[in-house]
């Protein structure tokens, strides 16, 4: 370096030193939140100061922060409302690659991507066995990124392939039955559905007379109406549950080709006693009785007993009633509670 160029430098920092000793000090701009607002409001924002900002309806901080400090190279982290950011993806039927190791990072901003596998016998969109799942404005494309396939080879009493063909969810093939038979419902269409062929491949014998006889009985609940022995093709019946069942599927059937179509099923409900809340040291926190009943599909809470405190690996303490199951978490008592 020359004697002209140290000298200049020089004179940079000695102006620095300077300016600082008079009390200038360094300003951020006015913060510019296109679509969110920020607390507090000031004329001038000086080194060290902080804002706080929230984002209008539809957007999101683009930080995990919504605090921003003003520096010497502006605000960081800078202040920025998008659009709302993907959560973590709950693939159903497959998962990321590394996803234990990427789940802190999310929720992630929109345009990011990353790969995923899916589960034997289901299959990417595009028919390999992974792909690219991508965060838009809309939320993780594709919507469905695990579809299910179906192999249609063989239906019985009807005419089969030669050859396994292969379809993926959303796909139909015709079936051809053998004469005086059809799928369930009088259908000839097979569809592949999450849940596999829909009807399932097989062919069933036709009601020359197409009625059928009393509807099928079904557990803890019965039809609204008095049973016939016979009933004429396109008659209806509908279902209800006993007291405290939840009714799953549709409530009517209707009779076709002397057939009934698919009964609903009544789901269990959940009896909480006092003798399981004391095995597990819990009381109800809302509700106050000796014994309660919960369909299948509500939801419960408890907290634990005076003096005592949530058991480590305990489950939680809100839980569902799934078809007259629930699970309890679990209290112990609390050797830091003195009794006086």
């Not at 296109?34 to 409001?41: A, D, L």
């Not at 993806?89 to 995923?116: A, D, H, N, T, W």
């Not at 066995?129 to 009807?158: M, S």
């Not at 179509?261 to 409900?269: F, R």
Request: aromatic share 12%; charged share 20%.
């Amino acid at each position: 370096m020359g004697f002209c160029s140290m000298l200049l430098l020089s004179n940079i920092l000695l102006t620095a030193w300077l300016s600082t000793a008079k009390g200038e000090e360094k300003t951020c701009s006015l913060p510019y939140i296109p679509n969110g607002i920020y607390t507090p409001h000031r004329i001038i924002h000086r080194t060290d100061d902080e804002i706080r900002y929230e984002c209008k309806d539809g957007f999101y901080p683009a930080t995990r922060s919504t605090v921003s400090k003003c520096t010497l190279t502006g605000w960081i982290p800078v202040p920025r409302c998008t659009l709302k950011p993907c959560d973590f993806p709950q693939l159903k039927y497959g998962r990321l690659y590394y996803e234990e190791r990427l789940r802190p990072y999310f929720p992630v901003s929109i345009g990011k991507e990353y790969s995923y596998y899916c589960d034997d016998g289901f299959s990417t969109p595009s028919g390999s066995y992974w792909d690219y799942l991508r965060c838009t404005a809309q939320g993780w494309e594709p919507k469905v990124p695990c579809l299910r396939k179906c192999i249609f080879h063989y239906v019985e009493n009807g005419e089969s392939s030669h050859w396994e063909n292969n379809y993926v969810q959303g796909q139909s093939v015709k079936v051809q039955c053998y004469n005086g038979y059809s799928l369930q419902n009088d259908q000839d269409i097979m569809t592949c559905t999450e849940n596999g062929w829909s009807p399932p491949p097989k062919c069933i014998h036709i009601n020359p007379t197409g009625k059928c006889g009393p509807p099928p009985p079904i557990d803890n609940g019965d039809i609204t109406s008095l049973s016939l022995p016979v009933y004429a093709s396109l008659s209806s019946v509908e279902y209800q549950c006993q007291k405290y069942y939840l009714l799953k599927g549709s409530k009517t059937i209707t009779c076709r080709n002397g057939t009934w179509s698919e009964p609903p099923t009544c789901l269990s409900a959940c009896v909480i006693s006092e003798a399981i809340m004391e095995r597990h040291n819990i009381l109800l926190r809302w509700r106050q009785s000796e014994k309660v009943y919960i369909q299948s599909g509500e939801d419960i809470e408890f907290e634990c007993k005076p003096r005592y405190k949530k058991a480590k690996g305990s489950l939680p303490f809100r839980t569902r009633c799934i078809n007259g199951h629930i699970n309890y978490p679990t209290c112990m008592l609390n050797h830091n509670t003195f009794i006086h």
